[in-house]
């Protein structure tokens, strides 16, 4: 299986390759030249089986010759042994034809570990066999950084920095990062918002003499593996509900759009989904791009949904790419235009991402009343995020099942969660020590200071 770029000039390369690669060289996305496909019989057979077992069937033919069977049995396996519940992925009925996929049972408590954990045994194992090391650099906003970070942990081949803004993530999600003890993983607490951190991270990339000498290396949505891990689920979800005699739909609380595109592909690869609907809180410009076809930047408005508050939304390359019949020369046009603010989706590639995907917008009133509603009515706790796609969830009902994609734990919100329902979430009692456990806090005030405390660190 060989993997290509979306802007269809850069060199195509192996699946091992465009993992540790990330971004294509010449701006792009890496994708399989070929979506494998599974047929009717094989995704019957997932029925009752475990998340592993589907795992395996599912990532498999993507994976090609960097790992051997027995190998990518044994990174599976590993990768979802510290999840909180046996299923990994519980779906639960909130009332008829409407279910919430639990994606929050791994060990930071939202849908990023899926993907993070199976990417560092990835990282592990291909780095080892080759005897080398890199440098993995990345922003958060939260999430992302958490679950990097617990993924990691401890592991030989591999140094991890994350950049978060001081002072402007949650108290769960700074703890989750400051905690870990071990000396490969290191939190930095920026002078800045999450924009100054990106913007960081951007300069390091481009900053050839650095990048090198410590062997820069990515885990951002945009990483193919990422995208990968997440195909799983749709298809335990979709199994357990009847395919693939019967079509199911997904709501999907999207920022980035790698969760959702997940999505496409295991549609792709011949799971019967009818409906994909993309959910965004007041940072809407991808509703507002499927409504009119127009995708403009605007400035980011922050939300209690902030894993999601995104100006633009990098994996939707992806699905431009495939909108415009893989033409790598439309899609780099489109991005050139967006430098200078926007761009304008062609009728036939709208009417291509139409067919595939379905949107709706909450605003933060909704949010809040989403919040409030499913706990009232239907006994459950939602984080804000996955609110947001109940709320929008609820416009798409119909015959077809809906599953919506709870991407958070309540509890890594819970002011949010409180304001709305006046009950404060409690962590999972595997984690309940996490407010007793003693924080590694370092400051940084620019990205000189950055950058020494990464040289100091791996030089240690
Ligand atoms: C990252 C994240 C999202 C957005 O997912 P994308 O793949 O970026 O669209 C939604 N909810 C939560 C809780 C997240 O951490």
Redesign the pocket.
């Known amino acids: 299986m060989r993997y290509i770029s979306t802007r269809g000039d850069a060199p195509t390369l192996s699946f091992e390759e465009a993992m540790l690669t990330g971004l294509a060289r010449d701006g792009g996305l890496y994708v399989p030249e070929e979506i494998p496909t599974l047929d009717a019989q094989t995704i019957a057979a997932m029925a009752g089986q475990s998340y592993e077992e589907v795992a395996y069937t599912v990532m498999r033919p993507f994976v090609g010759e960097t790992f051997t069977d027995v190998e990518f049995r044994d990174l599976i396996a590993r990768a979802y042994a510290g999840f909180g519940h046996a299923a990994r992925a519980p779906l639960v009925q909130l009332a008829p034809n409407h279910f919430l996929l639990e994606l929050f049972h791994g060990p930071t408590l ?3 570990d899926f993907a993070m954990q199976l990417i560092g045994q990835m990282f592990e194992a291909a780095l080892t066999r080759s005897n080398s090391r890199v440098t993995i650099v990345g922003a958060t906003s939260g ?2 950084g958490s679950a990097a970070i617990e993924a990691f942990r401890g592991l030989e081949a591999v140094d991890v920095f994350i950049l978060y803004p001081h002072g402007r993530v949650s108290e769960v999600q700074r703890r989750q990062m400051t905690t870990p003890s071990e000396d490969n993983v290191h939190a930095i607490a920026v002078d800045g918002d999450f924009d100054t951190c990106q913007a960081m991270v951007k300069d390091m990339f481009n900053d050839f003499d650095f990048r090198d000498s410590v062997r820069l290396a990515g885990v951002n ?1 945009i990483n193919w593996g990422r995208v990968l891990a997440q195909v799983v689920y749709y298809f335990t979800a979709a199994v357990s509900l009847g395919t693939p005699q019967r079509k199911v739909s997904f709501t999907v ?8 595109f997940a999505g496409y592909v295991a549609k792709r690869m011949g799971l019967p989904i009818a409906d994909l609907v993309v959910a965004t809180n007041t940072n809407d410009i991808l509703h507002r791009t499927l409504e009119t076809g127009a995708y403009t930047k605007e400035s980011v408005t922050p939300t209690i949904s902030p ?2 508050d995104i100006q633009v939304s990098s994996n939707f390359e992806r699905a431009l790419f495939y909108a415009y019949g893989q033409d790598g020369g439309a899609v780099k046009a489109q991005m050139e235009d967006l430098k200078s603010g926007g761009f304008t989706v062609s009728q036939g590639a709208i009417d291509a991402l139409r067919d595939t995907y379905l949107s709706g917008r909450a605003s933060e009133n909704e949010t809040r009343a989403a919040i409030t509603r499913y706990h009232a009515r239907h006994g459950e706790l939602l ?1 804000p ?1 996955t609110a947001v796609g109940t709320h929008v969830a609820e416009a798409h009902l119909g015959t077809v099942p809906m599953v919506t994609l709870a ?2 734990h309540p509890a890594k919100f819970p002011d949010a969660v409180e304001a709305a329902t006046g009950l404060h979430p409690p962590l999972p009692p595997r984690m309940g020590d996490l407010y007793d456990r003693p924080e590694r806090i370092t400051r940084a005030k620019d990205l000189d200071a950055v950058k020494s405390i990464i040289t100091d660190r791996i030089a240690s």
Do not use: E, L
Request: net charge negative; glycine share 10%; hydrophobic share 30%.
């Open positions: 939202a849908f990023k999430d992302t949505s609380p999207t920022g980035n759009f790698g969760d959702v894993s999601m984080c995020h991407t958070a």
